[in-house]
């Protein structure tokens, strides 16, 4: 079974930047797409977006387009989350997921499916 790690997370002022890391264990990472979702205070789970096995392919929603970035480096098992100009409303436990694909190219597209523990993003005002 796939056990997802995260870290990073912390309290940062808006404007800030903070790096996340998913470290992937019990399964070769090469081998599985990710993604990255987050749940802010008293709101549902939001998918914020996926990165292929390969690294070529990657999907963001729109409300972190163009301030976060994923990346991945299946030498060292980790898929990461770089979060700039961060906002009060990023507030947020972010969370990722590992999915099998025999596609190299294929990307999550969903918040469905097992996560891990999470790590928790606090941005003050």
């Known amino acids: 079974q796939v056990q997802l790690v995260e870290s990073g997370g912390g309290l940062v002022q808006a404007g800030g930047s903070l790096r996340l890391s998913c470290e992937v264990s019990?399964?070769?990472?090469?081998?599985?797409?990710a993604a990255w979702a987050r749940q802010g205070p008293g709101k549902a789970r939001e998918f914020l977006g996926g990165i292929s096995s390969s690294g070529r392919k990657i999907f963001y929603v729109n409300s972190v387009k163009g301030r976060f970035t994923i990346s991945r480096d299946n030498a060292k098992n980790i898929m990461y989350l770089q979060m700039n100009s961060l906002k009060p409303e990023d507030t947020a436990i972010y969370y990722c997921?590992?999915?099998?694909?025999?596609?190299?190219?294929?990307?999550?597209?969903?918040?469905?499916?097992?996560w891990g523990q999470g790590t928790q993003v606090t941005v003050s005002s």
């Open positions: 997921t590992a999915k099998a694909t025999p596609d190299e190219d294929a990307v999550v597209l969903s918040a469905e499916g097992s």
């Open positions: 019990g399964e070769t990472f090469s081998n599985y797409a």
